[in-house]
């Protein structure tokens, strides 16, 4: 294993800097990153603009976070904007913006 590795491997395994999401109906561990909240004017008035990313162990998932698909974290749904691989193939980061969000 990598020192990269280990180290991702340790903060995966302290309960101190996880979370936990739901994605694909199995429960997993993350890290969340600071969220940000922008009001969005959209086609039905005043929406949310939350969005922040959530880190996943590549391991917990069969294949990349396809985008619009539904991630439950604390209990609210939030669609997947993007999602981009660490240089070692470790973990996803997977961005995420408020379900009814543009």
Known sequence: M????????D????PD?????VFR?????????AVSEDGVFGQFGFEDGISFALDLLCSSLDS???KNELITFRGV???VDS???????????????????P
Not at 11 to 14: A, D, G
Not at 83 to 101: H, Q
């Open 2 to 9: 990598t020192p990269f590795e280990l180290a991702i491997n």
């Open 11 to 14: 903060i995966f395994n302290t």
């Open 17 to 21: 800097f996880l979370d936990v999401c």
């Open 25 to 33: 109906q199995k429960s997993l561990r993350c890290i969340v990153s």
């Open 64 to 66: 990349k976070p396809r």
């Open 77 to 79: 749904e939030y669609r």
């Open 83 to 101: 999602a981009v691989l660490d240089s070692a193939g470790t973990t996803w980061k997977i961005y995420l913006k408020s379900r009814n969000s």
